[in-house]
Each structure stands twice: as C-alpha cells, then as structure tokens.
C-alpha cells in the first residue's frame, strides 16, 4: 500500500537558517508529490507538486527515487515560513484522493 | 469567488447526536471529498465523490454518510456521534481528468467536538 510519511512532528529553526523538512514515501512506479502548507488562520493549500520543478517562496523539493524521499528546503527561512506542512501522494489509479503524511509543524524563531 | 464553503465552523455534539456537516464549491469542479485532521494523523479520506452523483468510501468511512446533492455541494453526516469523531474536517474540490497532478482546493474547515 503507498504511504507517506514525515519522521518529524515539529522542527524548530532560526530565521535565516536552512530548514528541510523530510517526506518519505512508499509507492510502486514514479508518483507525482505534492507539498500542501497550512498558515495559521488560513486554508490549507498547496504549496508546490513534483511535476512542476518550480520554487514556490524559496522553497524546493527534490524526488529521489532511491531514497524514496520528497524533502521540503528552503536556504533561509523566514519567520512568515512558520506552518503545518504535509507531504501528499496521488493514488495509483484515479485522481486526487491524496494521502498525506502526519504533516510537520515548522516553527521560525527571530 | 468563495472557492470552498464549509459550515458550521465550529459545533459540540453530544454522543449519540447526529449532525450534518455542508460544502459547497464555486469552481464547477467535479471531484468533491471530505478529510478529518487528527494530531499526529495527518489528513485521512473519508469520503470522496469523483462526479455528481456518485460516492466513495476513503480510508476512515465507519461513522459517516455523504451526499452529493449535486455538483456544487458534498454533505457529511454524523448519524450517531461518537468521542473518536472529535476532530477537524476539512472538505475539499478538484478538477478531475487530469491524472495525477490534481490540485485540491480545501475549505476552512469544521472544529467538532464529541462529548
């Protein structure tokens, strides 16, 4: 069964530290990813998805297929960084009933 | 444009009471499903609805029914609350036929509480 998993439940950083956050996940064949970021008082959206290769507000997420891993980086974190994030996976078949991981919450200090 | 409506936001229930949870979506979407949050849980499907007029189960269905009254609007239904539903639900929509790479648009969630 695909799984997504994030070994950590908080991660506290400094401001303009780098910050990763871990995603591994378990799935047969090459999955699309997704991170989703849940601000404090607002919706949960997604922040940026595998396909794209984009850098969304500094942030960047790298597939390696050998470590089967989709880490969240940013160089210099921001205190505005500060959220839940998840990590998401598609089904094999179908379309977006995604299962996300236990999410991570990110904590930048001034 | 409101994008994903949820109501109510918030709601205390006493065990053995039943309550429907709403949304509705703006964006002509076809896919429709309904997540709870739990910490240390993540997100889990519940329900999910691929088009109008048809429903299916996710991976924590025991407890709830739903209901797509139509495109726009995805019901959740607590028939007998229990303790174990105290949580947040989140509704959410996406376009459908487009593979994986599926954007989902969540609502602003509903904070229930079980007694």
């Known amino acids: 069964a695909q799984r997504v998993t994030q070994p950590e439940k908080l991660l506290s950083v400094f401001k303009g530290a780098p910050v990763e956050l871990k995603c591994n996940y378990s799935?047969?064949?090459?999955?699309?990813l997704f991170w989703y970021v849940q601000y404090s008082r607002q919706r949960l959206q997604l922040l940026l998805r595998?396909?794209s290769r984009e850098s969304i507000k500094g942030f960047t997420a790298d597939l390696n297929k050998g470590e089967t891993s989709f880490h969240l980086k940013k160089p210099f974190a921001q205190e505005e960084d500060s959220a839940m994030y998840y990590c998401?996976?598609?089904?094999?078949?179908?379309?977006?009933?995604?299962?996300f991981g236990q999410g991570t919450i990110l904590t930048v200090h001034p | 444009n409101a994008g994903v409506t949820q109501t109510p936001k918030f709601q205390v229930l006493k065990t053995g009471q039943s309550m429907t949870l709403q949304c509705a979506q703006d964006?002509?979407?076809?896919?429709m499903y309904w997540y709870r949050q739990d910490p240390g849980m993540g997100l889990r499907l519940i329900y999910y609805?691929?088009?109008?007029?048809?429903?299916d189960k996710g991976e924590v269905p025991n407890g709830y029914n739903v209901s797509r009254l139509n495109k726009r609007e995805f019901s959740l239904r607590l028939e007998s609350a229990a303790p174990s539903q105290t949580s947040v639900y989140f509704c959410?929509?996406?376009?459908?036929?487009?593979?994986?790479?599926?954007?989902?648009?969540f609502g602003s969630g509903t904070q229930l509480s079980v007694l």
């Open positions: 609805s691929a088009s109008e007029g048809t429903t």
């Open positions: 964006m002509n979407h076809n896919s």
């Open positions: 998401a996976l598609p089904p094999k078949r179908g379309y977006g009933k995604l299962t």
């Open positions: 959410a929509s996406s376009e459908a036929g487009g593979g994986q790479g599926e954007k989902l648009f």
């Open positions: 799935y047969s064949g090459s999955p699309e």
């Open positions: 595998h396909i």
